[in-house]
């Protein structure tokens, strides 16, 4: 047994340690900090391209995993090649399936604005090239002498007609034919006048008429033909000369790129097929709109559309690969979208109407995700799963995902993409994708294992310092003086919860640096002080104390019964942790034994309530194969024995109380008092021997508070397991008080050294005989227990 000193019970840095007076005379510290395993991985991770070596980090939250993602990344990239320009064209084969363009960086842009200034010349030029005076006049000339033969041929037709007694009508929906009787075009009524030979014989000359008149239609029609490919051809040579003027310099730029020939010749013979379209800006599409106003007519700027370039990503001014971190990894965030217009309930869209999702953003670099955020998005670990597997994004609306219903629309080609996934998680993803989805582990082979702490030594130290002045550089603050970094340092000691080692969240010392900050900035000072990072420490946890606070009024009001001053048989104080997430503190809960007559056993009452859980389940178990290894080696045990936390109503489980509750068993069994004015916190094993247990400084922290409240009496103390002794990071005033003989703290290795100290009665040993020192302990327990096997042995 090792009654503390004060010099134990926390991690003391020396100022002298720190060569500097205020920060303001060290430099930043910008690289990763005691994290040379994730380093390593990211790293390696970062070197193979090979398909499947993507990276998951994993670790706690505040580690500042995504940071260091970033850092890696960024570094890697800017000597990786930029990635070439995304766009998406019209497919003149099928315009249901818009076209994948790959161009070479800034080329995309480029050709986009080139492809609009050449739209727009041509929207000039070719109805100037079509009004001119030659054109025209080549125009003009072509329809008169069509003209002149469809007169030669209706006038023949019409002496012709004549000849039979015929006069002939024409209007734009025929021509007719009307018998002529005495030099006069007769009517209807005239006709049923006639006698019936008169009639027969203009029956005769009629059906002799008709064969002449298709005759002449048939020639009509033929010239009609004709004269419209000729109309035609002049009107193509004339857009050629046009559009291959306007082209030619597009053509011998791109000679290079087969792509984009092929591209330019489909939109160059699309025009010429369209030439309508650049003329005649009106169109019957209006007079159908007027009629019925949800009728869809085209603009111009819809008809030019398709000769448009939807650039979706453009890579013009960058250098080396891109870093993406996206924190809203949506389906539609993550492989685009394509849009659609309402128009009177009409769906309608266009290639130019594809979205770019981050997936096309980070092509030939590095995305950097969330775990949580992936497997919380519809379809989003769908989406990235089937991009790794297939080096390729397919633009689907998540609707037919949902629905299991096709949107009609266009279906963009898939873009090749390559991308290095760097997915930021918990333990918990990481084995929850890992038992679930037989794809992760091939996907993501990389696994950087961040630690949540560092050792204690003078280079972590001195990083932790320069971390410190990173963070004045980056948020342009006061600087801090050596001893406010003293308490930062110690700060980072209490996190770890061990006095060898630092802690690596540096987002919660992120945290306490800003309060810190505000505190020195609120008494106008220059720089922060000690006193500042004490403030925003004890302010930080004043925040979050409310529940302890009503805690300890209950126990103040003894409404929670919890005694401090007196001795009981079969009570004492254990010590349990309460982790509120932010804020962690410990609090004493009475345990009570009782025994007596009988073959039950030990009896777990929080178990047989179905409180327990299996690890404080298991603790009970190692407390009855210590009591038969000690007492049960001549007789066997006839007892029974009942353990209770008291006024428990939330469950119990840990095995942090399983020496406290072997010490209140062993009281009740010797009927020896347990002095309350001490607590007690450890594990035990089957021999008696004490382990370390979780949130040691807590734990401490609360017997004393309470002890505090109702008076330190220099008799009041916490047994610990002396393996927890380095875990102690204890407050100022704990300190204090243990210094000045106002509070103890015991490390303890073995139960016989706790029980001493709780009942001031010697453990005893066993002399040459196998028997315990009369008086002590062990030799009233082993009496009480052969009683208890007689009178059982008797009532059998």
């Not at 003391?12 to 690289?31: K, N």
């Not at 309460?578 to 009570?592: A, E, N, Q």
């Not at 007559?597 to 407390?623: L, R």
């Not at 035990?684 to 922290?701: A, C, F, H, L, S």
Request: with cysteine; aromatic share 10%.
């Amino acid at each position: 047994m090792e009654k503390l000193k004060a010099a134990q019970l926390k991690k003391i840095f020396q100022a002298e340690t720190l060569s500097f007076e205020t920060t303001a005379e060290i430099d930043s510290y910008t690289e990763i900090i005691g994290q040379n395993r994730a380093a390593a991985s990211l790293e390696f991770g970062m070197l193979v391209k090979s398909k499947g070596y993507n990276i998951y980090a994993l670790g706690i939250s505040g580690l500042g995993k995504t940071s260091y993602a970033e850092e890696f990344a960024k570094k890697f990239a800017q000597d990786e090649p930029t990635p070439p320009d995304l766009c998406y064209v019209y497919n003149f084969d099928n315009p249901k399936n818009p076209k994948l363009l790959k161009l070479e960086p800034g080329m995309g842009i480029t050709f986009k604005t080139e492809m609009d200034d050449f739209l727009t010349r041509l929207r000039y030029e070719l109805p100037r090239a079509f009004a001119a005076k030659e054109i025209e006049d080549k125009r003009s000339n072509i329809l008169k002498a069509f003209s002149h033969v469809r007169e030669d041929i209706l006038k023949g037709m019409t002496l012709e007609a004549k000849e039979q007694n015929f006069g002939v009508k024409s209007t734009n929906t025929g021509i007719y034919f009307m018998p002529i009787v005495n030099g006069e075009i007769i009517s209807e009524e005239q006709f049923d006048e006639l006698t019936q030979e008169q009639k027969d014989e203009i029956s005769v000359n009629s059906e002799a008429i008709q064969v002449s008149a298709a005759e002449a239609m048939r020639n009509i029609k033929e010239w009609e033909k004709t004269v419209k490919k000729e109309v035609e051809d002049m009107e193509y040579s004339t857009a050629l000369f046009v559009v291959g003027r306007h082209m030619e310099h597009l053509f011998v730029k791109y000679a290079d790129c087969d792509e984009l020939l092929k591209y330019l010749n489909c939109v160059k013979e699309d025009i010429l097929e369209s030439i309508e379209d650049f003329i005649d800006e009106e169109s019957e599409e209006e007079a159908m709109q007027a009629i019925m106003p949800w009728y869809s007519k085209r603009s111009i700027e819809e008809t030019f559309t398709k000769y448009k370039i939807n650039v979706l990503t453009d890579n013009s001014g960058k250098t080396g690969a891109p870093v993406i971190t996206e924190y809203n990894p949506t389906y539609s965030n993550l492989v685009g979208e394509v849009e659609y217009d309402n128009e009177f309930g009409n769906l309608s869209t266009d290639f130019m109407k594809i979205k770019p999702g981050t997936f096309h953003k980070a092509n030939g670099g590095y995305l950097i995700l969330q775990a949580h955020d992936i497997l919380t998005n519809v379809q989003a670990w769908e989406a990235l799963r089937r991009l790794l597997k297939t080096g390729e994004v397919v633009i689907e609306p998540l609707r037919e995902y949902t629905t299991g219903l096709a949107l009609s629309g266009i279906k963009p080609e898939s873009a090749p993409v390559s991308i290095k996934v760097i997915m930021i998680g918990s333990y918990f993803y990481y084995d929850l994708l890992s038992e679930f989805d037989g794809d992760f582990k091939k996907l993501f082979k990389i696994s950087a294992d961040f630690d949540y702490e560092m050792k204690c030594d003078a280079e972590n130290i001195n990083r932790t310092i320069g971390f410190i002045k990173k963070f004045i550089a980056k948020e342009k603050s006061p600087e801090f003086e050596k001893m406010a970094c003293i308490k930062i340092l110690e700060y980072s000691a209490r996190v770890a919860e061990n006095q060898n080692h630092l802690t690596t969240s540096f987002g919660k010392l992120s945290d306490i640096l800003t309060e810190s900050v505000v505190w020195a900035k609120k008494d106008k000072c220059e720089t922060v002080q000690a006193r500042h990072v004490e403030k925003a420490i004890s302010q930080r946890d004043y925040r979050g104390s409310m529940f302890e606070e009503k805690l300890t009024e209950q126990i103040n009001e003894n409404i929670i019964m919890i005694d401090t001053v007196g001795k009981r048989v079969g009570q004492i104080n254990g010590l349990a942790v309460l982790d509120f997430g932010d804020y962690v503190f410990g609090k004493p809960t009475r345990i009570t034994a009782t025994s007596y007559v009988g073959k039950a056993g030990i009896v777990n009452i929080e178990k047989e309530a179905e409180m327990s859980g299996s690890i404080h389940d298991k603790g009970i178990q190692v407390i009855i194969g210590y009591l038969g290894s000690v007492y049960a080696q001549d007789f066997p045990l006839s007892l029974s024995c009942r353990i209770c936390f008291e006024q428990n109503y939330s469950g119990v489980d840990g095995d942090s109380a399983s020496s406290t509750e072997l010490y209140a068993v062993l009281s009740s069994l010797a009927n020896l008092p347990i002095n309350q004015e001490i607590a007690v916190t450890g594990s035990i094993d089957q021999y008696g021997g004490i382990q370390p247990i979780g949130g040691v400084t807590y734990k401490v922290e609360g017997f004393f508070d309470l002890c505090a409240q109702r008076g330190l009496t220099g008799t009041q103390g916490v047994i610990i397991p002396a393996q927890n002794v380095r875990d102690l990071c204890l407050k100022d005033e704990v300190i204090k008080a243990v210094e000045d003989g106002m509070f103890s703290i015991y490390a303890i290795c073995h139960v016989d050294e706790g029980i001493e100290i709780l009942t001031g009665v010697s453990a005893g040993t066993k002399n040459a005989r196998g028997k315990f020192q009369p008086g002590s302990v062990h030799a009233l327990v082993m009496k009480r227990l052969k009683e208890f096997y007689k009178k059982s042995a008797n009532e059998e």
